[in-house]
Every structure is written in structure tokens, then in C-alpha cells.
Nanobody, 113 residues
Framework: AHLEESGGALVQPGGSLRLSCAAS????????MRWYRQAPGKEREMVAS????????TYAASVQGRFTISRDNIKDTLYLQMNSLKVEDTAVYYC???????WGQGTQVTVSS
């Protein structure tokens, strides 16, 4: 089983990015999935989670209303749409399958002017 994130970039405050997480070698549609992030010098924190059918999304308070988690079970891909980005959103973003203790390698998001 493997997860690969992509879409990280340098963006100005107020900008948008969409992260993707491609799952392979397992049926991702069977599992709840999550996005986490880790900023320099800080602990990894959960950003958003989603049920197997794409329902029941939950968000950290710091991103509520700005980020949207979604998934395409046909493509075995998890997404994180990030809008109104702030400097404090700068971090490495990881996707996760908690039931498998499976992590991707991460993708860097830097928000800076």
C-alpha cells in the first residue's frame, strides 16, 4: 500500500492550492482518510478527515471554512482544496489512512509574500 501527495507550492497569502493524494496497491474506498500537517518546530496536527463515501467531513478549527476535503473513489485519490491561505498554513502536508497506519511522504506548502 502506498500514498503519494502532490500539489504543494509557494503561494501568496490569500491564494489557493489543491493538494492531491494518490493511493495505490490497496482499495482506498474502504477506508476513512485524513490530511495532517506539520510546521517547523511543531507537532503534526490533523487538518481534515473524511468518511469512506465522502461524507462526514471534519476540520480543525484553524482551517474550518477555508479548506475542503474530498475524495474520488474511482480514481483512488484524496483532495484538499485550500483557499484564503495564511502564512500560518505553511507546513508539510501528509495524507493518512489511520486504519492502516499508512502515511505519504508529504508535500510542502509555503505561504509567503
Amino acid at each position: 500500500a502506498h500514498l503519494e501527495e502532490s500539489g504543494g507550492a509557494l503561494v501568496q497569502p490569500g491564494g489557493s492550492l489543491r493538494l492531491s493524494c494518490a493511493a495505490s496497491a490497496f482499495t482506498s474506498s474502504k477506508y476513512h482518510m485524513r490530511w495532517y500537517r506539520q510546521a517547523p518546530g511543531k507537532e503534526r496536527e490533523m487538518v481534515a478527515s473524511i468518511n469512506t463515501d465522502g461524507g462526514g467531513p471534519t476540520y480543525a478549527a484553524s482551517v474550518q471554512g477555508r479548506f475542503t476535503i474530498s475524495r474520488d473513489n474511482i480514481k483512488d485519490t484524496l483532495y484538499l482544496q485550500m483557499n484564503s491561505l495564511k502564512v500560518e498554513d505553511t507546513a508539510v502536508y501528509y495524507c493518512n489512512v489511520p486504519a492502516l497506519t499508512l502515511w505519504g511522504q508529504g508535500t510542502q506548502v509555503t505561504v509567503s509574500s
